[in-house]
């Protein structure tokens, strides 16, 4: 089996996601910093391999780590080993942990945040129209990044004053480029920082998931500090940076196929079918970072051998043509059935889907009404990556936004 190499710098996500298709449903991938693993890059298969119980999340079952290869200041260090929480456990401690975060975040009660998400929605598009007339804006930094991270802040009660230091750790968090000699210290930096928020929800509760964990580990559920940490920092991380990515991709898939951004706008394609597209299309995460085979495992007619390491590559198979047919490669607002596994699958599909779709649903075709000139400011070839192997992120989305809508001449 022919090893790929994931290129830390993202140049061509699609084409390497077209290379780990051509491996087979199971491709051996070398990650930034040598480590070696597997990637499942079929749907069927990744299905298969997310509900089976022979693959688990406990890192000392990974033979590279027993052997000691995986070193501490490892870039990724963070995303394959981040502490105990419902991402690195598997069966009842789980269930227990998922089901509290879970429980916050159903369909009926993410809905109650609807009005909220449009206050942000609408506070953000007039600090849109208020920047100077003519000059390209960065759509990332100043609408798909801020509303996010308000409503996944003010979800688990966060403090705003935090969000620059969160948003500069979470840089270096995901980033193949972070310097090893500065790994440990922002993985530090990150526990103190969301230790110190934990303390303060701790000493004055308030209307918030942080201090519903609290009140839970103090009720019976025995959360640890160290899983109530954690939770609150993968809720805070996945919770903004999948939507951000969304958001972006959502925008960049419509201009670069105007027409259907025509029928979109003219009410004959649904903003529901354009998002659950460019979840497949373009999804915002190309891999997740890893579990482990307790035994060899068939995928295929290839084999994933015991006690090595799996990552999810939803690029690859978010094109699968065994899936999706010929068209695979192309967008289709209009595709349907469209049974993407784009937050995942199974017992570990992402309780924040719900979350990320009404924010996307909302601000996306608020941001359209209110700015329907919205276009590219450069070709969409000059876009460009940022070096992050798990999220599909782009450095920043040059627009320029035309006349706001009722303003034109």
Same mark, same amino acid.
């Given at each position: ?5 994931? *290129?830390? #710098? ?14 087979? $449903? ?15 890059? !079929? ?22 780590? &027993? !052997? ?10 963070? @995303?394959?080993? +981040? ?12 269930? !227990? ?5 879970? &429980? ?38 100043? #609408?798909?990044? +801020? ?7 003010? =979800?688990?009660? %966060? *403090?705003?004053?935090?969000?620059? !230091? ?10 193949? &480029?972070?310097? +090893?000699?500065? %790994?440990? &210290? ?22 918030? @998931? ?14 640890? *500090? ?31 196929? $105007? ?5 979109? =706008? ?17 999804? +915002? ?57 784009? #937050? ?27 700015? $329907? ?24 989305? $040059? ?11």
């Amino acid at each position: 089996m022919t090893r790929i190499a994931l *290129d830390p #710098f993202v140049t061509d996500l699609d084409g390497e996601s077209a290379a780990l298709r051509a491996a087979g $449903p199971l491709a051996e991938v070398e990650l930034p910093g040598g480590v070696h693993v597997y990637a499942v890059t !079929r749907h069927a298969e990744a299905r298969a391999l997310l509900t089976d119980s022979r693959v688990v999340k406990d890192i000392n079952v990974w033979n590279a780590w &027993q !052997r000691g290869e995986i070193p501490m200041d490892w870039p990724l260090i963070g @995303l394959a080993n +981040p502490g105990r929480s419902m991402l690195t456990v598997d069966g009842a401690d789980h269930r !227990r942990l998922r089901t509290l975060v879970a &429980q916050a975040l159903t369909v009926k009660r993410v809905e109650r945040l609807r009005a909220g998400i449009e206050a942000l929605t609408n506070a953000s598009l007039e600090k849109l129209a208020a920047l100077p007339a003519g000059q390209p804006v960065d759509l990332k930094a100043e #609408f798909a990044y +801020p509303l996010p991270m308000n409503v996944i802040s003010e =979800l688990m009660g %966060v *403090d705003a004053a935090d969000h620059p !230091r969160l948003k500069e750790l979470f840089e270096k968090f995901f980033s193949t &480029q972070t310097p +090893p000699e500065e %790994v440990p &210290q922002m993985m530090a930096d990150l526990g103190t920082l969301f230790t110190k928020i934990v303390d303060s929800k701790r000493a004055n509760p308030g209307d918030d @998931l942080t201090s519903a964990l609290i009140a839970a580990s103090e009720d019976g559920d025995h959360l640890s *500090d160290e899983e109530i940490v954690n939770t609150l920092q993968l809720i805070i991380a996945a919770g903004h940076e999948t939507t951000i990515s969304l958001i972006v991709n959502v925008v960049e898939a419509l201009q670069t196929h $105007p027409e259907q951004r025509k029928k979109v =706008l003219n009410g004959e394609i649904g903003w529901d079918g354009v998002i659950e597209e460019t979840l497949r299309w373009n999804t +915002p995460t190309s891999h997740v970072l890893i579990r482990f085979a307790t035994e060899d495992i068939e995928v295929g007619d290839q084999v994933l051998p015991k006690g090595e390491g799996l990552i999810v590559s939803f690029g690859a198979l978010g094109r699968d043509e065994e899936q999706y047919g010929p068209t695979a490669g192309e967008f289709d607002a209009t595709r349907t059935p469209n049974r993407h596994i784009a #937050f995942g699958h199974g017992p570990h599909v992402c309780p924040g889907a719900a979350l990320s779709r009404l924010e996307a649903g909302i601000a996306l075709p608020a941001l359209y009404e209110r700015f $329907p000139e919205l276009d590219l400011a450069v070709p969409a070839s000059e876009l460009r990556n940022k070096p992050i192997v798990t999220q599909n992120d782009l450095h920043e989305l $040059p627009v320029e936004l035309g006349c706001p809508f009722g303003h034109g001449n």
